[in-house]
């Protein structure tokens, strides 16, 4: 039976490096919408590159905490 009374509980607050990697993550989604929105009023030749570069900016903005925690729990 485990003693559940003795174990630590962690800490739930974020670390300076969360910090920084939820602020980089939010800059980049930020950036990302700007591009999406300007692939629909973008020069002409431009609008299909603005369009998907905006896309894929976003969707890699989600991944950039997913891979950071991935590569501290690995390390832990």
């Known amino acids: 039976m485990s003693n559940i009374a003795t174990t630590k509980r ?16 939010f800059a980049l989604f930020v950036f990302g ?11 002409a030749g431009t609008e299909f590159w603005l369009f998907w570069a905006g896309l894929l900016a976003s969707c890699f903005a989600f991944l ?3 891979v950071y925690h991935w590569a501290l729990d690995r390390k832990a």
């Open 10 to 25: 962690t800490r739930n607050s974020a670390s300076f490096a969360d910090v920084i990697v939820f602020i980089v993550s």
């Open 33 to 43: 919408l700007y591009l999406f929105g300007a692939g629909f009023y973008g020069a």
């Open 64 to 66: 950039i905490p997913i």
